[in-house]
Each structure stands twice: as C-alpha cells, then as structure tokens.
C-alpha cells in the first residue's frame, strides 16, 4: 500500500525557511512525478513544485520559483521542499503526491503539514 507522510512544518516569521519532507513507501517510484501543493483553508488546491524520480526534472509554480526547490533522495525514499524566503502568503497545509509518468491525475496523497508564516 503506497503511504505519503510529510514532516517539517511549523510556525515561522517572514522571511524564514523550512524544509518540508515527504517520505514515500509501497511501490517504486521510479517511473513518477512526485508532487508538492498546498491549500488554504477556503481556497483552492495549488501547484507549487514537482519533480520527476528518474531524472531528477523540476517543475515550479510562478509562486514557488527562485524560493522554493524539489529534491528527492532516492536512498531514502523521500521528497524534500526546501522553503527559503518564506511569505505570509505560503500560510498553507502542504501536501506530498505521486503521479505516473503518461497519466494526468495525481494519484496518491499525503495527510499533509501545516506551514504558518507569521509577519
């Protein structure tokens, strides 16, 4: 069974950083896109980062890019989202997610980490 726990948030002031993590589990992830979005209470889901297992490809939100980078680490299984500069706007829960290379939904989700960025 695929499980997607992510770890790291917390309460920050502007202008900080944190390192969010995802550690995946269940099958090989080798042939997916691994995702970070967010969402506010209230407001919709966003994209904010992605990256592709093999190869390491990165793919950004207008929002996330030049502050925010997607790393993976194959020998652990996880994701990371380092979060620099951070803004009262990135206020969000952040959720980890999985989609296969050739297919358009995401497929698995994470129960997501809190990230509040006071100023």
């Known amino acids: 069974q695929v499980q997607l726990v992510e770890s790291g948030g917390g309460l920050v002031q502007a202008g900080d950083s944190l390192r969010l993590s995802c550690a995946a589990s269940g099958r090989t992830f080798s042939n997916y896109y691994m995702g970070w979005f967010r969402q506010a209470p209230g407001k919709e889901r966003e994209f904010v980062a992605a990256?592709?297992?093999?190869?390491?490809?990165?793919y950004y939100a207008d929002s996330a890019k030049g502050r925010f980078t997607i790393s993976r680490d194959s020998a652990k299984n996880t994701v990371n989202l380092q979060m620099n500069s951070l803004k009262t706007e990135d206020t969000s829960g952040y959720y980890c997610t999985d989609r296969r290379v050739g297919k358009d939904e995401y497929d698995y989700w994470g129960q997501g980490t809190q990230v509040t960025v006071s100023s």
């Open positions: 990256i592709k297992w093999s190869g390491g490809s990165t």
